[in-house]
Nanobody
Framework: QVVLVESGGGLVQTGGSLKLSCAAS????????IAWFRQAPGKEREFVAAIDWSGSRTSNADSVKDRFAISRDNAKNTVYLHLNSLKPEDTGVYYCSARSTYYTKNPGDYLYWGQGTQVTVSS
């Protein structure tokens, strides 16, 4: 079965950095677009960033543009999300998700999800 496992979350001060990883198994990884979403307490899950199957096309939410970067290593079946210049409003559980065609910004379009990793940014 398809399994996505996120890691790399933690507690960081404002302005700090983290590197999240999403390791995938049970799928033809280089055929899937991968997206990151996040969810803060009491809020809906929101799109953060996505990358196509080849890594040549990416998209970031406006709220994280120029601060976060997504990349992938198909040889390792892993996608990374580099979080820089973190702000308290970036706090939440970060989830990676997989889609067999092109990426979208709608979480309802994704079939496969990881369990999430907590990111907490202190002020």
């Amino acid at each position: 079965q398809v399994v996505l496992v996120e890691s790399g979350g933690g507690l960081v001060q404002t302005g700090g950095s983290l590197k999240l990883s999403c390791a995938a198994s049970g799928l033809t990884f280089n055929s899937y677009a991968i997206a990151w979403f996040r969810q803060a307490p009491g809020k809906e899950r929101e799109f953060v960033a996505a990358i196509d199957w080849s890594g040549s096309r990416t998209s970031n939410a406006d709220s994280v543009k120029d601060r976060f970067a997504i990349s992938r290593d198909n040889a390792k079946n892993t996608v990374y999300l580099h979080l820089n210049s973190l702000k308290p409003e970036d706090t939440g559980v970060y989830y990676c998700s997989a889609r067999s065609t092109y990426y979208t910004k709608n979480p309802g379009d994704y079939l496969y999800w990881g369990q999430g990793t907590q990111v907490t940014v202190s002020s």
